[in-house]
């Protein structure tokens, strides 16, 4: 079975400071991890990924997460956030082996001016 | 480029009515799904598709039926909608399973009252 989970349901972030979104994951095998985003009003668009190699994966818009196996955690990151990175990310695993996605329930980002 | 197109992008039902959401891509995927996505729940998967002529049932297939008469469409219909079908609806699409991950479509906001 897999699964996700997004401890947090809010994150505020004064702009120009790093911001992190936390995601930690369950898979039986081999995980696939994904960032999306969405934007209101929007579908979801694709941020960035790790399959395998380099634990610290960089991204669309300047994000960038660091895949943590001991840890099962695959945090989303970026140095200096904007007020534009305002919006709602999701955490998705694929066990190597599964058909489907497995999305986390979301974390609303807020970049305060 | 389309991408995933979906239609219609808002719908109001009564009870009891039926309706159909299309679902076309242009990138010759073989891998479609379709997910509901209520606040504070994420992203469910209802029913996907692993290519033409086939379906399978996801987390919340229950008031749903799919068909994927085509490679490139994957229709989701609701015989007989209810309140609790009231959500807003994606569909995505991949190229192979593993590593790829989803093009979305823009969503199709249903209320049914």
């Known amino acids: 079975a897999q699964s996700v989970a997004q401890p947090e349901d809010q994150v505020n972030v004064a702009e120009g400071n790093p911001l992190t979104v936390k995601c930690t994951y369950s898979v039986s095998g081999n995980p696939y991890l994904f960032w999306y985003v969405q934007y209101p009003n929007r579908g979801l668009q694709f941020l960035l990924k790790y399959i395998t190699g380099d634990n610290l994966v960089k991204g669309s818009y300047g994000f960038e997460a660091e895949f943590n196996k001991s840890q099962t955690s695959f945090h989303l990151k970026k140095p200096s956030a904007l007020v534009s990175d305002s919006a709602l990310y999701f955490c998705?695993?694929?066990?190597?082996?599964?058909?489907?996605?497995?999305f986390g329930t979301g974390t609303r980002l807020t970049v305060i001016p | 480029n389309a991408g995933v197109t979906q239609t219609p992008k808002f719908r109001v039902l009564k009870t009891g009515q039926s309706m159909t959401l299309l679902c076309a891509q242009d990138?010759?995927?073989?891998?479609m799904y379709w997910y509901r996505q209520d606040p504070g729940m994420g992203l469910r998967l209802i029913h996907y598709?692993?290519?033409?002529?086939?379906?399978a049932k996801g987390e919340v297939p229950d008031g749903y039926n799919v068909s994927r008469l085509k490679k490139q469409n994957f229709l989701l219909g609701l015989e007989s909608a209810a309140p609790s079908q009231t959500s807003v609806y994606f569909c995505?699409?991949?190229?192979?399973?593993?590593?790829?991950?989803?093009?979305f479509g823009s969503g199709t906001r249903l209320t049914v009252v």
């Open positions: 598709s692993v290519g033409e002529g086939t379906t």
């Open positions: 995505a699409s991949s190229y192979m399973q593993g590593a790829s991950g989803y093009t």
């Open positions: 998705a695993v694929r066990d190597s082996g599964a058909n489907n996605l497995f």
């Open positions: 990138m010759n995927h073989e891998y």
